[in-house]
């Protein structure tokens, strides 16, 4: 691997990220399952590439001016992206979030100086949902944009542009599979699309955790969804403008179990610390790497995506009572340390 140089702005820090082999998930595949390394993003996570693909679209276009306010509803990894991003250009960031969220993440984007606005959680219909709350804020804000993550494609586009591109040099243009989770699907249309324009054959896997409508609709065309999950960031509703169009050729369903048996084993085994949605995703392409292996191709190689670091869910999914509340099973080396 090239060792970095320097760097002319912290900014340039966002991407590049690296990729490693993961030695379980590739002996459990048959073939090789590489994670691309997100959470080595300044902000912890995967967030950081739209944040500031947003960030410079607003700029390019005009709407965000020079001391402008970005505002953003979201419950965490994007909010945290957001902000440090708008301080390094000398934006204000406003964050709206449900008052169910972790204390942490509360804390954290505090702590980064973003403004935090709580709302009561409720559902999306009804004008008070934080993503509605902040929409309506950015109105009233003078010289703010509204980041609207869901819908604005400069989401995706920061994935076409970088991170597809990424994974293609890295892997050096010899991937047959990608797959990930989707949150507002960015990530895996924007990677599918710009793999896809390298090698239309490559697999673009959909993983969907339980609870996400989208297994549904790609399986059958219906936008239905069962179930339930406690992974952060990912499950979808509704087909959002990020995900209008995305090449998805086959799709996966994976249970919260076999997420968290993967985040156990990634850390005890090759010592990454990571949070659910990562574990999904991995087990996700231990699925699509055995459909290849069993499809012929023995030589597979397959890649994903580690969103964001475990370090941001010490209080769950880390936490023996808060798994257990959960009906959730308690990592080995956790047993016994409930306070
Ligand atoms: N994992 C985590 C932890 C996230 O915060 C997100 C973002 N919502 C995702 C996965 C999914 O990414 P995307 O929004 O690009 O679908």
Redesign the pocket.
């Known amino acids: 691997m090239n060792i970095t140089t320097t760097t002319a702005n912290t900014l340039d820090l966002i991407g590049n990220t690296p990729l490693v082999r993961l030695a379980g998930p590739s002996e459990a595949a048959g073939c090789d399952i590489f994670g691309k390394c997100e959470f080595a993003n300044p902000g912890a996570?995967?967030?950081d590439r739209?944040a500031l693909g947003i960030i410079r679209d607003a700029e390019a276009s005009g709407e965000l001016q020079p001391g402008g306010t970005v505002v953003e509803g979201t419950a965490?990894?994007?909010g945290i992206g957001i902000a440090l991003v708008a301080n390094a250009l000398g934006y204000r960031t406003i964050i709206v979030m449900p008052d169910n969220q972790s204390v942490e993440k509360m804390d954290t984007l505090r702590a980064l100086g973003a403004e935090l606005v709580t709302v009561p959680p409720t559902k999306f219909a009804d004008c008070n949902h934080f993503v509605h709350t902040s929409r309506r804020l950015a109105q009233e804000t003078q010289g703010a944009i509204w980041a609207n993550?869901f819908d604005n494609t400069a989401?995706r586009k920061a994935?076409i542009t970088g991170t597809a591109v990424e994974l293609w040099e890295q892997m050096d243009g010899r991937i047959d599979g990608f797959t990930?989770?989707?949150?507002?699907?960015?990530?895996?249309a924007g990677v599918g699309m710009g793999l896809k324009a390298r090698d239309e054959t490559v697999q673009i896997a959909l993983t969907d955790p339980h609870g996400a409508a989208l297994y549904n609709y790609f399986a059958h065309g219906e936008l239905r969804s069962e179930g339930s999950s406690v992974a952060?960031?990912?499950g979808q509703g509704r087909i959002t403008a990020n995900l209008e169009g995305a090449p998805i050729d086959t799709q996966f369903r994976i249970s919260d179990e076999e997420g968290l048996a993967w985040v156990a084993r990634l850390l005890r085994e090759e010592g990454l610390c990571l949070?659910l949605?990562?574990g999904i995703n991995v087990a996700g392409a231990v699925a699509l790497g055995r459909h290849l292996v069993e499809s012929g191709r023995q030589d597979a190689r397959v890649a994903t995506?580690l969103?964001?670091t475990g370090f941001r869910y010490l209080s769950t999914l880390y936490n023996p009572q808060w798994l257990q509340e959960k009906n959730l099973p308690v990592f080995d080396w956790l047993k016994g340390r409930e306070a």
């Not at 990930?180 to 895996?188: E, Y």
Request: net charge negative.
């Open positions: 996570s995967v967030k739209a965490g990894n994007t993550q989401n994935h990930c989770a989707a949150g507002t699907g960015g990530t895996i952060e960031g990912i949070g949605s990562s995506i969103c964001d």
